[in-house]
């Protein structure tokens, strides 16, 4: 997308943002010959793979920020971002997570980057000490609303605890969509009766549109008054995993289900296409609330434990990075083995 004018174009088209994460990047220098002469170039000056790999990853995360730093500047710090993710293997190790986003942050040298942190429950205090430290964070691989609500206190108290100004500090808390509709799909079906099939693709907007209440109920009042006071951003809800799994569903259920203020929406190149090809941009993340809650309390009168499928949609995600991760590492070992003969 950087070599062939493809991310300027999507810039020009209103794209106002960028993510990456190691299934994008393995499936990228997997592809292609993009990378090869600056593998060659690292490998050359002794780094190994591993390290071969995070400079190649800086690299394009960097370029793509240089594009997108007009964005940046005209919003005032509130889009223009471009995420890269922490190693996925760190998840559960506070310290070393909280090391590696301050290396990246720094090693970039932009201010309109995020680290990626997994929400996991050693991620949560590496987001408030990340954010205490002004770096700015997207919080991935939220799928419950106890998550996200543990995840938008590790951002307010990261807030609290920095003295210098806000106005520069953000970030964005990416909740996933799609894959819970996968999942909970497969178990209505299990259940087989009436009421259960007739809840099909309808826990993930629901969730969603719950999440999205709990984020105006907190990023209002008196405690985040007195943040605001001081120039800071709310932490926006990002639905993540929008791309339509199932066949049957609108292509763009995870887009037009979820348009509202301070909204995000990572939008896969196919998405995006079918979003501005027949999508409608109108407001619906908070167009019934009600309807939103009756349809969790469904769910659970169905025997759907959603306690238990986001717990496993979480470990499915940290394993499915660290394999991409892996991946791409045997891709790149592959590739200067083929260089050296």
């Known amino acids: 997308m950087l070599a062939d004018g493809e991310l300027e174009r999507r810039i020009a088209q209103g794209v106002r943002g960028i993510t990456s994460n190691p299934t994008i990047f393995a499936k990228a220098m997997a592809a292609s010959d993009a990378y090869d002469a600056?593998?060659?170039?690292?490998?050359?000056?002794?780094?190994?793979?591993?390290?071969?790999?995070?400079?190649?990853?800086?690299?394009?995360?960097?370029?793509?920020?240089?594009?997108?730093?007009?964005?940046?500047?005209?919003?005032?710090?509130?889009?223009?971002?471009?995420?890269?993710?922490?190693?996925?293997?760190?998840?559960?190790?506070?310290?070393?997570?909280?090391?590696?986003?301050?290396?990246?942050?720094?090693?970039?040298?932009?201010?309109?980057?995020?680290?990626?942190?997994?929400?996991?429950?050693e991620g949560l205090p590496a987001i408030t000490e990340l954010i205490a430290g002004g770096v700015n964070v997207n919080v991935t691989l939220i799928f419950s609303l106890e998550r996200h609500l543990a995840v938008m206190e590790a951002y307010l108290a990261g807030l609290e605890a920095r003295s210098a100004p806000l106005a520069r500090v953000a970030s964005v808390a990416s909740f996933f969509v799609s894959r819970v509709d996968s999942d909970i799909d497969g178990r209505l079906d299990d259940l087989g009766t009436a009421p259960a099939l007739a809840l099909r693709g309808r826990a993930a907007v629901a969730q969603a549109r719950a999440?999205?209440?709990?984020?105006?109920?907190?990023?209002?009042?008196?405690?985040?008054?007195?943040?605001?006071?001081?120039?800071?951003?709310?932490?926006?809800?990002?639905?993540?995993?929008?791309?339509?799994?199932?066949?049957?569903?609108?292509?763009?259920?995870?887009?037009?289900?979820?348009?509202?203020?301070?909204?995000?929406?990572?939008?896969?190149?196919?998405?995006l296409d079918a979003f501005v090809d027949h999508g409608v941009a109108a407001r619906t993340v908070d167009a019934d609330p009600a309807e939103?809650?009756?349809?969790?309390?469904?769910?659970?009168?169905?025997?759907?434990?959603?306690?238990?499928?986001?717990?496993?949609?979480?470990?499915?995600?940290?394993?499915?990075?660290?394999?991409?991760?892996?991946?791409?590492?045997?891709?790149?070992?592959?590739?200067?083995?083929?260089?050296?003969?």
């Open 292 to 341: 939103a809650q009756a349809t969790l309390r469904a769910l659970a009168d169905a025997g759907i434990d959603l306690d238990a499928v986001t717990a496993k949609l979480e470990a499915e995600g940290v394993a499915a990075f660290v394999k991409s991760l892996d991946e791409v590492f045997a891709t790149l070992q592959h590739k200067v083995d083929a260089l050296s003969d």
């Open 38 to 121: 600056e593998l060659a170039e690292a490998i050359g000056r002794g780094l190994d793979v591993e390290s071969a790999y995070w400079q190649l990853a800086r690299s394009d995360v960097a370029s793509a920020a240089e594009l997108l730093a007009p964005v940046y500047e005209s919003s005032g710090g509130a889009d223009g971002f471009v995420s890269i993710e922490v190693d996925p293997r760190l998840a559960h190790e506070t310290e070393a997570t909280v090391a590696m986003g301050r290396e990246l942050f720094g090693a970039i040298g932009r201010p309109n980057v995020m680290i990626k942190v997994p929400a996991t429950v």
């Open 211 to 271: 999440a999205y209440a709990n984020f105006a109920a907190t990023f209002a009042g008196s405690r985040w008054d007195a943040l605001a006071a001081r120039g800071a951003h709310p932490q926006r809800p990002l639905w993540a995993s929008t791309s339509t799994k199932n066949p049957s569903y609108p292509d763009t259920l995870y887009v037009d289900s979820l348009i509202g203020p301070h909204t995000v929406n990572t939008l896969p190149d196919a998405t």
